[in-house]
């Protein structure tokens, strides 16, 4: 099937890509784009690309070829608090200082808008307060991250990148490791973040069903090329599953959003001989 990479300028953009690991090569002339006020959701089997994609996009691995533009500019070139005042990140695997606060930790996301002649004010007390609000952690503001829960800690977490007030958050498995019913409310946190604030989501998630139901715009990747782009309804298919996963499935629409499901077919049971 074959890529459909929208043509029109968006704010976050990678082209011609070459994405690697010392002298592994993960990507080779990888082209994305990521349209604007979107919930952009990337899936593909493990070690296809998807975390490194995020990684380059979010400048944290470098490519060794090709550009990753932000608002039209070589992110690259780019001022590194002028990228955090952009493009915010929650990484796979976040650690908080031991015996640190939540309100603390939130507030670390007003780093890039501090400088030697704007120190903390009352704006930023609001911006964290806020933010701690709207991911449902304002209780737990006194209490140290390493005594929460998973589903809690992750929220902890989007409230201090929300803190940094960027229109684009990328956020890398923000659902691993969490039990269903905390998956489901990081999403739905995500969602509301998407539908009620504008702002530009990229996530990378394991979970098809998941990432058809809760993404505007999906980017599906097998061995370090992207396979097909665009809206769930659009592109997934028990033919794309299959190029994509390698597994046999039928697609129906889910009973409760009306979003493709996929569903594997069943294993063929062993019947005993007869005697």
């Not at 590194?80 to 670390?108: E, H, N, Y």
């Not at 992750?154 to 803190?163: S, T």
């Not at 058809?212 to 665009?230: N, Q, S």
Request: proline share 6%; net charge negative; with cysteine.
């Amino acid at each position: 099937m074959e890529s459909d990479l929208t043509q029109e300028p968006t704010r976050l953009a990678g082209r011609e890509l070459t994405l690697r690991y010392e002298q592994r090569v993960i990507a080779e002339n990888l082209t994305v784009a990521v349209p604007d006020h979107s919930f952009t959701v990337v899936v593909g089997p493990n070690a296809c690309g998807k975390s490194t994609l995020l990684r380059a996009l979010s400048r944290t691995l470098r490519p060794a070829a090709g550009t990753v533009l932000l608002d039209g500019r070589d992110i690259s070139a780019l001022p590194a608090k002028q990228v955090a005042r952009t493009l915010g990140l929650l990484p796979q695997s976040s650690v908080a200082p031991d015996g640190i606060a939540v309100c603390d930790l939130v507030a670390r996301g007003r780093y890039p808008h501090q400088g030697l002649l704007r120190q903390w004010s009352r704006e930023d007390e609001r911006v964290v307060a806020e933010a701690m609000a709207a991911t449902g952690v304002a209780e737990l503001a006194d209490r140290t991250v390493d005594e929460l829960s998973g589903g809690q800690r992750q929220r902890v977490w989007i409230a201090m990148a929300l803190a940094q007030q960027t229109p684009l958050l990328l956020l890398d498995e923000p659902t691993t490791y969490l039990d269903i019913a905390h998956q489901i409310e990081i999403l739905d946190l995500c969602a509301r973040l998407h539908e009620e604030q504008g702002r530009t989501l990229v996530a990378v998630l394991h979970d098809l069903n998941h990432a058809a139901r809760y993404a505007t715009h999906l980017i599906a990747m097998r061995a370090g090329e992207v396979v097909a782009a665009g809206p769930p309804g659009e592109i997934v298919t028990a033919e794309l599953v299959e190029e994509v996963f390698r597994l046999p499935c039928r697609v129906i629409d889910d009973p409760e959003t009306g979003t493709p499901l996929v569903v594997p077919a069943a294993r063929r049971r062993v019947t005993a001989p007869s005697r």
